[in-house]
């Protein structure tokens, strides 16, 4: 499958092939703005309490570790101790 559009990749789930993982679903692209390449997809971590509250990590997956993308699922084939990445945290701000 061809991917020409970030909205064809966000909707899919991403599987991890070296233990049948499923990481979750796409949410941000890590790319090179000056030869807009694609360097990572970014998965976010599991939920800490039913799935409700986000996790302290994400996922950061190299694009050649990207075996396969179908019409509905991306097969990966990582180490997750490897991907893992703190997520960043969002300055909050009162007034």
């Not at 020409?4 to 233990?19: A, F, G, P, T």
């Not at 800490?48 to 097969?75: A, E, N, T």
């Amino acid at each position: 499958m061809t991917v020409n559009k970030y909205s064809q990749l966000r909707c899919k789930e991403v599987v991890n092939i070296s233990d049948g993982n499923r990481l979750g679903y796409i949410s941000d692209l890590d790319v090179d703005v000056t030869c807009g390449k694609i360097l990572s997809v970014i998965v976010p971590g599991p939920g800490k309490l039913l799935g409700l509250f986000c996790s302290d990590y994400d996922y950061q997956i190299p694009w050649p570790c990207i075996r396969r993308i179908g019409d509905d699922i991306v097969l990966v084939d990582v180490c997750l101790a490897n991907v893992r990445r703190p997520r960043k945290k969002r300055m909050r701000t009162d007034n």
